[in-house]
């Protein structure tokens, strides 16, 4: 079983910057496409950004985009979200998410599997 840990949440004014690693335990993680997504009590998770195996390609949610970098060193088996300009509507517990298949980035079931969280609060 892959293991995924993120790390790197926390709290930040609106406005700031935060930045998001998710380290995995598989040998084999440049086969891997990576995602990040997030959840707030009573809403289900959302996409937020995905990254191809290769690093070459990059998707994001419209309400991220030109804010959020989604990055990976297959080096070190890990996989960032660069947050900046965020918005309190950015809170909620960031999950990342690896999977083989290369379709279908945005969609939560596609993925095999998940971090346990960080949580992001971003005060007004």
């Not at 959840?39 to 070459?56: H, L």
């Not at 890990?78 to 900046?84: I, K, R, S």
């Amino acid at each position: 079983q892959v293991q995924l840990v993120e790390s790197g949440g926390g709290l930040v004014q609106a406005g700031g910057s935060l930045r998001l690693s998710c380290a995995a335990s598989e040998r084999t993680f440049g086969i891997y496409n990576l995602g990040w997504f997030r959840q707030v009590p009573g809403k289900e998770r959302e996409f937020v950004a995905a990254i191809t195996r290769s690093g070459g390609g990059t998707f994001y949610a419209d309400s991220v985009k030109g804010r959020f970098t989604i990055s990976r060193d297959n080096t070190k088996n890990t996989v960032y979200l660069q947050m900046n300009s965020l918005k309190p509507e950015d809170t909620a517990v960031y999950y990342c998410a690896m999977k083989l298949s290369s379709t279908s980035y945005d969609t939560t079931r596609r993925y095999d599997n998940w971090g346990q969280g960080t949580q992001v609060t971003v005060s007004s």
